[in-house]
Every structure is written in C-alpha cells, then in structure tokens.
C-alpha cells in the first residue's frame, strides 16, 4: 500500500499496525490526565491560594484569632492543603522554631507528593512513547526489506507497505510524547509555585504563633465564610 493512499481511518490504522492502536490508547489516558490534573488543580490551589490570601488579611487585622479556625472549617476550603497546614500548626502544641518548620516540613512535603501523585504517568508517556514509535519503526522497515527480499527487481511500490508503516508510528509515537512533556513541565512547575506558597504561609503563621498567643475561642463561621466566599 502506497503512503500517498492513505485516505481513510481504516487505512491509516492498517498501515500503522498493532503498535498504533497502542499508541492511540495511550494518548487517550495521556489526555485523561492532562484534564483531570488540570481541573483537579484548579479547583485547589485556587481554593487554598484564595484561603491564603483571607489568612494574611486576617493575620494584619485581627492576628491568630478565631477567624482563621472558622475560616479553614468552611465547607470546601476544609480539605484544601492549606487548611491542612494552617491547622496543624496552629493545634501543634511544640512551641519551638526548628519543630513547628518539621511539622511544616512534613505536611508540605505530603501535600506536594498528592498533588504531584500522577504526573508520574505523564513523565513516563513522554519519555516512553517515542520509544514504542521507534519500535514500531523498526518492525516497519523490517517488514519492507522482507517484501524487498521475497520481490526482487520489483519497485519502490514493494516496501511502500512497511515504510508507511514505519512513519506512521514514529509521528504517533511523537504525537503523544510532545504534549505529555509540556503538560507535566506546566504541571510540575504549577506544584512547585504552590509548593513555594505553602511554605511563605508556614514560615508566616510560625513566626505569629512564636510571639504571641493563639486565640482558640469559638467565633461566627457565618462572618469566617462569607469573608472567604
């Protein structure tokens, strides 16, 4: 089959085998990620980002006061990781500088390896996908010396087969790789700003919590939830 008759889907897959389905099923669970990472970090680090910025406004105004327990308790803010932090410290009854940033430490680190939980999928459709285009090459030029082989003296039109076959799966090999690589370097790098950002807050709350007393009394959620909604 010549390259240039490729016209249809049927064709195409024909011509590109086995290793191109394998290549289509992992460019639809490549994009399954890519769209549940995206919405997954949208709606929490701008929920925990949108926390932040009502803690350090409440932080100039009123200091540790009940606000910010009230505030971390809201429904859909409550399970964000910066309500994890700001809780866990604030309750933390260790006192000292080198303690409270372990503790810090350790809810930051957990947080990050939750959000960045998956992208280890997509790093490894990037760097394994061009390999199982190549693979797919490889059985493609094999496939045309072979037709050469078996036909001696005919012409270009023998090994048609197996060259189509050869580029199809090196482009799809490439058509998966690319956008996994760009959509976890955006990715990464969207973990480790929020990352930076956990860290200003903790470093803010345990400078606060280290020079004056906490207050744990309970206030209005009514008031605490309105000023984060």
């Known amino acids: 089959m010549d390259f240039s008759q490729i016209g249809s889907v049927q064709e195409l897959f024909k011509a590109g085998g086995v290793v191109l389905i394998l290549l289509l099923c992992l460019s639809i669970y490549s994009i399954s990620l890519m769209i549940e990472r995206f919405l997954k970090y949208r709606k929490t680090i701008n929920k925990s980002r949108k926390l932040m910025a009502f803690i350090r406004k409440t932080i100039a105004t009123d200091g ?16 964000t990781p910066a309500s994890r932090l700001t809780l866990n410290l604030l309750k933390s009854e260790k006192t000292n500088l080198a303690e409270l940033n372990d ?12 959000l960045s939980r998956k992208l280890s999928a997509l790093a490894t459709l990037a760097s394994t996908t061009p390999f199982i285009g190549l693979f797919g090459t490889v059985l493609g030029v094999m496939r045309a010396f072979s037709d050469l082989s078996l036909a001696s003296g005919a012409g270009a039109s023998v090994v048609a087969k197996g060259i189509s076959e050869a580029l199809i799966n090196t482009a ?16 990464l790098s969207k973990v480790n700003f929020f990352t930076k950002d956990m860290e200003y807050l903790a470093q803010e709350l345990i400078s606060i919590k280290t020079s004056e007393p906490i207050q744990t009394a309970k206030s209005t959620k009514k008031r605490a939830y309105e000023v984060v909604k």
């Open 64 to 79: 540790l006061g009940p606000k910010i327990f009230d505030a971390c308790r809201v429904k859909g803010y409550s399970t």
């Open 103 to 114: 503790v810090a430490n350790t809810i930051i680190d957990w947080e990050a390896a939750q």
């Open 172 to 187: 799809a090999g490439l058509f998966v790789a690319v956008p996994a690589l760009i959509a976890y370097n955006y990715f």
